[in-house]
């Protein structure tokens, strides 16, 4: 029996030969694992996700997931690049929505609900603007990508959303590589722009900013602390527009 304790994301785990055992240690822990339970719903009729959801059974305080085996940097890679193929083959009816109007968009607004030369600084950049409005996993990097023999399987679906990107998600799989990602996701976005953008058109990765921090929002804990840090992540990003 091994036991482990994650602090930023507020889980203590356990684990025997076959399974983990992930229990919320805080309320807001607790809150994302019920979240990630009612997501699981959505993704088992989700025609794309269905196929990479983990076997895994949630009780009142816990949730009971099957062991599954890591992929070398290589297999990540392959499967990014089959996972935006694909995505694209089964998801035919895609529509796009205006950045401006969007629900990250919105979270950004409440938070800069006393700094409107800021919100109107975010508008008149992105007013024109459209970007591929789909389902995402919401939180893809290669510690969430995982096999089951030869199946790829993805964890942790507490982010998962059906008004995101899936470049979103291509763009945060780059972002938390193990090449690049040095502790603060903002820092390691500014330092490898130029990089992001051969790899993926220009809105996405300036509107990935946005979409992270309307992540970070949704899933952390709610403090003047946690407020701060992202209104001074914004008011950074906005002079690299």
């Not at 330092?191 to 309307?214: E, G």
Request: glycine letters at 2%.
């Amino acid at each position: 029996m091994k036991f482990f304790l994650k602090k930023d994301t507020g889980y203590f785990f356990f684990s025997n030969e076959n399974f983990y055992y992930k229990i919320p240690i805080s309320l807001n822990s607790f809150w994302n694992l019920y979240k990630e339970h009612e997501n699981i719903k959505k993704v088992k009729i989700d025609e794309f996700y269905k196929d990479f959801l983990e076997e895994s059974k949630y009780y009142y305080f816990f949730k009971k997931i099957k062991k599954y085996s890591k992929l070398s940097i290589k297999q990540n890679n392959n499967f990014i690049n089959f996972y935006q193929k694909n995505f694209f083959k089964k998801k035919k009816k895609l529509k796009k929505q205006k950045i401006v109007n969007s629900k990250f968009f919105s979270n950004i607004k409440i938070i800069l609900k006393k700094e409107q030369r800021i919100i109107n600084v975010l508008k008149k950049k992105f007013k024109k603007y459209l970007f591929l409005e789909t389902h995402c996993h919401g939180d893809l990097y290669f510690e969430n990508i995982l096999k089951d023999k030869n199946k790829i399987i993805l964890i942790d679906w507490n982010n998962y959303q059906k008004k995101g990107s899936i470049y979103f998600d291509v763009i945060n799989y780059l972002v938390f590589s193990k090449k690049l990602y040095k502790g603060s996701w903002y820092d390691t976005w500014k330092k490898n722009n130029k990089l992001l953008k051969k790899k993926y058109p220009k809105i996405y990765v300036n509107s990935y900013v946005l979409w992270k921090v309307s992540q970070d929002l949704d899933t952390q804990k709610i403090n003047h602390r946690l407020i701060k840090k992202l209104k001074n992540i914004i008011k950074n990003f906005i002079t690299h527009l």
